[in-house]
């Protein structure tokens, strides 16, 4: 399943052009949080000048909260 395939299966990214912190796209998060499972470090380790860091592991609690993971994985299983 390649990234364009997962993408449709999170909510939709907010605009770049919005008042406030700067977003980070949904690519960086979801590579920093596969980083953090596939290597078994701890959250603070992600980059901290990228955001990084809370950005992951708060979009990390909240994708599971809404079983975006569980969607992935039976995505997958019907591949």
Not at 4 to 29: A, D, N, Q, S, T
Not at 45 to 68: A, M, Q, S, V, Y
Not at 74 to 79: A, D, N, S, T, V
Request: hydrophobic fraction near 40%.
């Amino acid at each position: 399943m390649n990234y364009g395939m997962r993408l449709k299966l999170f909510y939709r990214e907010k605009p770049f052009k919005i008042i406030g912190k700067p977003i980070v796209p949904y690519r960086k998060v979801h590579d920093g949080i596969l980083y953090v499972l596939r290597t078994g470090c701890q959250w603070k380790i992600l980059t901290k000048e990228d955001g990084l860091t809370f950005t992951c592991h708060r979009r990390f609690k909240e994708w599971n909260r809404l079983d975006i993971f569980k969607r992935i994985g039976i995505r997958l299983l019907k591949i």
